[in-house]
């Protein structure tokens, strides 16, 4: 196997096809066949989703050649494929490659630990942040930083934001580009530099994992963004992508110590020693696979999304039982499901006298899967809530199975 082997994702035909047809259902249909085969549903690829065959399939050829006998043949394999990973993820979305690290928390945990050492006085440093956002990443930030958190108002109006950093004056602003909770699409570039303009000296870390392969990452404006390889790039678990600004670089020398022989990226983000070197060779194969099917597979979760909350809300309203919507755009409640032009793959609805815990647990001996997520509200409530996401791969057949076996559960999952 060379560094750039050529390797081509399989059923290349159907990609190109689906290319010109996006509308072809038959095609679709063929493309989940053959890169995500199997009687699952998994409608929670932003937590973890299903890996393609693509990706199974380099990362069990990555160990060809007993190269499990093979250390040092383990250890170059793996740095032509991280670098392989590293020019394909620059290709697709500019800026400098990026760091290949563990996974979106492990990576702010050093980023946090960084910015401590870089901040640290007298007084905690103030992290300003939203409440959206996933305990993994704010817990990065718990020892040793104070929190400030932005109403959601703030969340779709920059200049609100700015009047906050303004009198707040915080050293870190942390927000997701789209957020785990509602699927909400925050304006991350025109928050950050409202932000700066009042905090000039603030460091703006961006979490785009549950966007990377939903939106390009937000790069402009930030010092860091972090992502993640097993959610809507269908890659393996275990890896995840970083980029940091050359400010961050030159400020934060723990972030650039390690192998000096590697390019690009922050080797400090990276993981070091034995590991599992095959995730490289499977997240190029998830970027291979992205790259080919470009636009469509947004436009087609979209469009697949939407249907799904039209069904759910028909068959919810059928069966009486109350719920609301969460809008992609505003973040807000609606009555009524969002449309395919506000939304990216997720859909998010609250079930107020509903133990959605319970129906998630429901529907999985079904091989259903779909996330309960605890949202926080205003001073610290946290409501249930349930989010489905729809990979592109899937069928309105198949949804509709899983949208008629949430609704059943309803009745037997109880009361909150």
């Not at 973040?331 to 009524?336: D, F, L, Q, Y």
């Not at 779909?370 to 899937?394: I, M, S």
Request: aromatic letters at 6%; a neutral charge; proline letters at 7%.
């Amino acid at each position: 196997m060379t560094e750039a082997s050529g390797r081509r994702p399989a059923g290349e035909s159907v990609l190109g096809a689906l290319r010109e047809r996006p509308e072809d259902q038959d095609l679709w249909d063929r493309l989940r066949v053959r890169q995500f085969p199997g009687a699952r549903i998994n409608l929670d690829p932003g937590a973890i989703a299903t890996p393609a065959q693509a990706v199974r399939a380099a990362m069990q050829g990555f160990w060809d050649d007993e190269l499990f006998a093979y250390p040092e043949g383990q250890v170059q394999r793996g740095r032509a494929e991280r670098r392989r990973a590293r020019a394909l993820a620059a290709a697709l979305w500019g800026g400098d490659p990026p760091a290949l690290t563990a996974g979106t928390s492990e990576a702010l945990r050093t980023i946090a630990s960084a910015l401590s050492e870089r901040l640290g006085g007298s007084e905690s440093p103030l992290l300003l942040t939203s409440g959206h956002e996933h305990p993994g990443a704010t817990a990065a930030f718990e020892p040793g930083f104070r929190a400030a958190i932005l109403p959601d108002a703030a969340l779709r109006d920059p200049a609100a934001a700015g009047a906050i950093a303004a009198a707040q004056r915080p050293a870190i602003l942390l927000l997701s580009q789209v957020t785990y909770t509602i699927g909400q699409v925050i304006p991350v570039r025109e928050i950050a530099a409202a932000v700066r303009a009042a905090a000039p000296e603030v460091f703006v870390i961006v979490d785009a994992a549950q966007a990377l392969g939903l939106v390009p990452p937000a790069l402009t404006g930030a010092d860091f963004v972090v992502a993640s390889g097993h959610k809507w790039l269908f890659g393996p678990p275990g890896v995840g992508l970083a980029w940091a600004s050359t400010r961050a670089r030159s400020e934060l020398p723990l972030l650039t110590a390690g192998d000096a022989s590697e390019e690009g990226g922050c080797a400090g983000l990276e993981r070091r020693g034995a590991h599992d070197f095959s995730v490289y060779a499977g997240l190029a194969a998830a970027l291979d696979l992205h790259a080919a099917l470009g636009q469509v597979a947004l436009k087609r979760s979209r469009t697949l999304a939407a249907w799904l909350a039209r069904e759910l809300h028909e068959r919810l309203l059928a069966a009486g039982v109350a719920h609301q919507f969460f809008d992609p755009v505003t973040g807000e409640e609606r009555e009524t499901p969002p449309t395919a032009d506000g939304l990216l793959a997720t859909v998010s609805v609250t079930l107020p006298a509903v133990d959605v815990e319970a129906v998630c647990a429901s529907l999985q001996p079904a091989g259903i899967h779909v996330r309960c997520v605890h949202e926080r509200r205003a001073a610290g409530k946290r409501t249930p809530l349930l989010r489905l996401g729809a990979p592109c791969y899937e069928s309105t057949a198949r949804v509709r199975r899983a949208v008629d076996a949430l609704v059943a559960a309803v009745p037997h999952a109880g009361r909150v």
